[in-house]
Structures are given as C-alpha cells and as structure tokens.
C-alpha cells in the first residue's frame, strides 16, 4: 500500500542535486519498473547521498553491476 | 482525520530533539551518554540530512599549518556578520572550536592529514591573520565530504549511546502552557498518519533552514524551516529574517551552485541584448568583482527588464569561448551540472543562472547556552523554559549579517555540544514532566482537520509555487522600496490562500500530500518574516542590500529585529557588543 507514496518520499535526500534527479526519475521510469529494477532502485536509494550522486554524475563506478541498469536511467535524465 | 477520536497516544522523554543533522545529533549525544532518554524525531534519515551538502570544513584555529588565534578568528566571525553578531556567542564559538574539533576527531571523524600526523587545513576566504591581515589556514575537512563524514560519525556515536531515532516523524507543533514554558510537541507519524504527543523537559528545535521559500535555492527540498513554522505558531519571535545569504550564480529553475570557478576560468554574464553587463558594474573586476556586486548587478538587470526568456528573470552565463578542452579539463562537474540541469551543454551554449538563496542567518532567538530567549515577561531576552534551539535553525547570533564560510558546521558542533550541556544543568532542577495544558494538541488537530475536510481549494504545489516566485521578485539578493512594499501584500494575501488549500488524498498511511500541506504552513512562516523584516530595515548590511539605503546605518539600525507572527508586529533588541573576555569590536567599514 501506498508504495509510490513511500519511494517519492525516501527520494527526499540530503543534497539538492539529488533531489531533482530522483524526482524527475518518479514522474518519467517508476511506474514502469519491474520487480527486479525495484529492488535495484531500493539498493541505490539506501546509498549515502554523496555515493549515489557520484554515480549518477559519472564520477564513481558502481560497485555492483546488477544496478547498472536503474543506474543508467538516473545518469541519463 | 488526523486522530481526532478524541485519544492521543502520549509517550514521555527526557529530552525531545526534533531534527537529526549535525546539530540535532551533536545535542543528543551529549544527553544520550549522560544517560538522558532521548528522542530525535527527522524526516528523513539521520545520514540524509542536509548537513551533508555542507564541503568545505570546520572553521578552528588550530594553527596547525599557519600560526592561528581563536582571537584573530572572532576578529573575523565580527567582521563578517557586518558588526550585526553577538560578541559574547561569538567569543564562546571560536574559543571553543579546538575542543569540539579534537572531541569529533576522538568520535571517529576521518579528518583529513598533515604529514605529521596533525588535522590538515586549508585556507578559506574571509579567514585572516592578525585582525584583518594575512590569509590564515583555518578549514578542518574531510575531503570535499565534511559534513557527511560529520552525520556518519555523530550517527554511529548515537545509536550506540542509546538514542532513540523516530524516521520519517514530522513535527507538527509545539506545547506551552499558561506560564509560557515549553513541555514538548505533537508530531506525526508519516508511516501510519497518526498524531502523538511526545512530552519532555527539554524540547530542542535543530530543524535546519528554511531556504525553499525561494524559486531558487540551493538547499534540499527537506529544507522548508519546520522549527521556525512551530515556534513562530507557538508565540516565540523569530530573529533577523531579512538576513539570507545568496550565491550570485544557481542554475535557472532549480538553484543548483554554479561555483565561481566558471567565473575564474573566464566565462563571463551576458543579458538578453547579448551586452557583457558586468564591465558597466565592476569596469576592473567585471565578472570576478565579489559575490555580492555580482548578485545586485543579475538583480538589477532582471529588474530593469534586461533578463532572459520568457519571463525576463534570468541571465546568461557563457563558457563557449574557453572551448572544449579547457570545458572538459578544468569544468567537467560544471559541465554535468549544466547539461543535466539547464540541459545546455557550455561548450555549445551559455547557461541560464540567476541567484540562489544559500543560507538562512536568522532564526529562532537563543543565547550561547542554545536556551531560546524572548521578551515575554519582564526582560527582552527571558529564558522561554523547557525549549532550546541549534544550529540554522537558531540565531545566537554568530552570523549576524552574513555567515563566514565553514563556520556553520563549527556553529553546529559547538552550540549542539553547549544545549546538550545546558539541558543535563537544567533537567538536574526540573525533575518531573510539567502537567500538559489542556488544549495541548488543538492547534496541530486543527490544522489537520481543515486538511481533511476542505474541498475545492487550491493546490499546496500551486500555491507553494507562487510564494516562492513572490520571494525571489520582490524580496531576493538585492531589495528595491516598492518591490518590498508590494511583497508584503502578497505574502499576506498568500498565508490567506494557504488556509485553504485542498488535499485530494485524505487517507492516512503515508500521505505526502498531507506532509507537505503542513510544511507550506511553515514556509508561509518563514516567508512573511522575511518579507516584513526586510521592508522595515532601511539600510543595507550584510546580506540584507536595499537599492534605496545603500549603507550601513549604525545608529538606527545596530540592533536585531524581532518579528511576532501573531499581530505580524515588529520588535527589536540591541547587539551584545560586549564579549566574555577581550575587548569589543567596535563597527568600521567593512572592506575586503
């Protein structure tokens, strides 16, 4: 119940960069996640902030290959 | 229904902190291991907050890699808060910043380091030797990640010391009683949409700021001035709101820092005419002149209808010229910030900027103990008992006028530490819990009762959007009389229109639209303080720049203002000149 809700708010994030990227990324991919590019999204949320804005912004390589997808679509929106 | 069944769940604390960054997790420590039971409510993760934006270190004078003094260090915190700051806090910050430093570092910080093994430091504008002389070396950082570093070392410090986290808690209001003393606060669970009371002897407001009242701004979305909202409800005056601190360049729509290495490099500002504006402003410096002459100068040419697009509120800040190479070698993060958020690509074409709202000076009125104190007895400054405040937050005053870079993490290690000291003193006399007044929970109830049955209103978003526009017009970096005059109707007539704004989702479970109804109330606060603050102060000072009052006036307006959001009154109370020790800074001309 409620899980779009929950994902928006746990988007809500310490650096302002991150905040919009995350917001533009519920309005456009979410709702169109499977399962699999949930859990990869819920990883990539539990990230610190500065880790996952580095990835996004191209300046850290991703640990895990398994994100590389849901990554992609944060780097490229 | 936001409870209204009629029974309020209530769970009792020592000490109840409401929000979870540097200076509300610094407090708590201090209380946690003196063996307090303590509440840190936030709405969003502890590590989330947005003191992990802060890069660029804690101002001690450590003196380990130039000679350094505590003194020359309040000699410059002085003369930054353009003579506005309490001498006496600041005497207290700066003697205390070696000792709150070297505590952090025994918490685990992983500062960076010098050869010898010592804290490594590195120079930062507006730190000098000697009163005024040479540049000192005064900035303790962890890589460009200091204030991350700080909320991980002060998090893992409190989960072991026993601190109790409530995530995704908001709170919503605060409980005084008849006699004016503070006995905690209602709050909300997002998670399940309940109401609770969480009862204290201590309440300490660590909400950060409140920097979203502005279409630009560089702060988080989280930063909507929670603290300020509650104690502004709550009968406490909030303090010198006309004082925020600007970058001249955000990027246009979403206020993400252009740092002014793009200025350095040699880009350069253009209006809509194409004319290179900057060279009529500043003839030598142009576009290298300091932030503040840069900022009025993107004012005035918004202003006098020179401005970009479609809407005419925005410049042009052009790199092309530097070509490629120079664009990939020395500005690849200005690159990525421009092309993902002004989806311009410099090397091709100019990218749109205009101000952004940085930092909040003002705040909820403390003394250097982190008591909130307020002129509502006898005396203009009476501890308002129970209720404590740290951090953005709060306005000692340290900042005055204008804050020095990396002292606000230092402000928030060392007054997060003295509140925490402050509470254990106090709760040693107030043994028991303060009945609960009556009418305790109304206000909180009330306004979410009105959430819940209104219909046909106007959206939060539609609503927010528009408060924030009116801001960045009539009431941004640099102030003209009439946009003022004008902006204090409209902030009035938009707290009219949030009363009756419509929420489409009624239920409870994590409803966001609820959460964020409730902080375009605090906004609201926040905003017509502002506004009000800023029409009255004729005079520039600080970060405060009025067109029709370019100077500084000592004698009118050497004093802190004070504003009541009941009755929207003014009132205002003298400067501290005096320190603990040294001899006072008296105000000069404040040249750099």
Redesign the interface.
């Known amino acids: 119940m409620k899980e779009l809700e929950r994902a928006r708010w746990r988007c809500r994030r310490g650096l302002l960069e991150l905040d919009i990227v995350l917001q533009r990324f519920m309005d456009v991919h979410y709702v169109q996640l499977d399962e699999t590019g949930l859990r990869q999204f819920d990883t990539l949320l539990n990230l610190p902030d500065n880790d996952l804005w580095e990835m996004i912004a191209l300046r850290k390589e991703v640990e895990d290959s398994n994100l590389q997808p849901v990554l992609y679509l944060l780097q490229t929106i | 229904m936001g409870g209204g069944a009629g029974v309020i769940a209530r769970r009792k604390f020592d000490a109840v902190i409401v929000g979870a960054g540097g200076a509300g997790m610094r407090a708590a420590l201090q209380l946690s291991e003196a063996g307090l039971k303590v509440a840190v409510l936030s709405?969003?993760f502890p590590?989330?907050?947005?003191?992990?934006?802060a890069q660029g270190g804690i101002a001690a004078a450590l003196g380990n890699v130039t000679e350094d003094n505590w003194h020359w260090h309040m000699y410059d915190t002085v003369k930054g808060s353009d003579y506005l700051g309490d001498q006496d806090a600041i005497e207290f910050m700066c003697r205390q910043a070696s000792e709150v430093v070297y505590e952090l570092e025994h918490f685990g910080m992983p500062f960076d380091r010098l050869e010898n093994g010592k804290i490594y430091q590195r120079p930062f504008g507006g730190q000098s030797q000697n009163f005024g002389g040479a540049q000192a070396t005064r900035s303790c950082a962890a890589a460009d990640?200091t204030g991350?570093a700080m909320?991980?070392t002060l998090y893992q410090r409190n989960v072991r010391a026993n601190t109790q986290f409530f995530i995704?808690w908001m709170g919503l209001d605060l409980i005084r009683d008849e006699d004016g003393d503070v006995s905690g606060i209602t709050a909300l669970d997002?998670e399940t949409g309940e109401v609770m009371v969480l009862q204290a002897r201590a309440t300490l407001f660590a909400t950060g700021g409140g920097a979203r009242i502005f279409s630009a701004?560089?702060?988080?979305?989280?930063n909507t001035g929670d603290g300020l909202g509650m104690a502004a409800r709550g009968g406490i005056p909030l303090e010198d709101m006309e004082f925020w601190q600007f970058h001249p360049t955000g990027v246009y729509g979403?206020?993400?820092l252009i740092s002014e290495a793009v200025r350095g490099e040699g880009g350069y500002l253009l209006n809509k005419d194409g004319e290179r504006f900057m060279e009529r402003y500043a003839p030598h410096a142009k576009d290298l002149a300091s932030r503040d002459v840069v900022s009025r100068a993107l004012t005035t040419e918004i202003k006098e209808g020179r401005g970009c697009g479609r809407d005419a509120d925005h410049l042009l800040l052009k790199l092309d010229h530097l070509g490629a190479d120079v664009i990939k070698m020395r500005l690849p993060?200005i690159r990525?910030?421009a092309m993902?958020?002004a989806h311009a690509d410099p090397i091709h074409e100019p990218i749109p900027v205009a101000p952004t709202a940085h930092y909040m000076m003002g705040g909820i009125p403390t003394n250097f103990y982190g008591q909130v104190v307020a002129p509502y007895k006898t005396g203009p400054e009476e501890v308002v008992q129970g209720f404590y405040a740290v951090g953005e937050c709060a306005c000692v005053s340290v900042h005055g006028g204008n804050r020095l870079g990396t002292n606000s993490l230092l402000d928030i290690l060392v007054f997060g530490r003295a509140a925490g000291n402050q509470i254990i003193e106090d709760l040693k006399k107030n043994t028991h819990h303060k009945p609960l007044p009556a009418d305790s929970i109304d206000k909180a109830l009330a306004r979410l009762t009105r959430l819940d049955g209104q219909k046909s209103g106007e959206s939060v978003a539609q609503v927010g959007d528009t408060l924030r526009k009116t801001m960045q017009m009539h009431c941004g970096v640099f102030r003209f009389a009439d946009m003022l005059k004008q902006g204090v109707v409209k902030v009035d007539e938009l707290a009219e229109r949030a009363k009756h704004t419509e929420i489409r989702d009624k239920?409870r479970?994590?409803?966001?639209a609820r959460?964020e109804a409730l902080e375009l109330d605090n906004l609201v606060e926040v905003a017509v303080a502002t506004m009000i603050s800023a029409e009255a102060r004729t005079e520039s000072r600080g970060a405060h720049a009025r067109d029709d009052f370019p100077k500084r006036d000592d004698d009118k307006w050497l004093k802190h203002t004070l504003y009541f959001s009941e009755g929207r009154r003014l009132d205002y109370k003298p400067v501290r000149l005096k320190p603990l020790t040294v001899e006072s800074f008296p105000p000069k001309a404040r040249t750099y």
Request: charged share 15%; glycine share 6%.
């Open positions: 709405k969003v590590t989330r907050s947005h003191t992990v934006a990640r991350h909320l991980h995704e997002m701004s560089t702060n988080a979305f989280i979403v206020g993400v993060g990525e910030i993902k958020f239920s479970v994590f409803n966001t959460v």
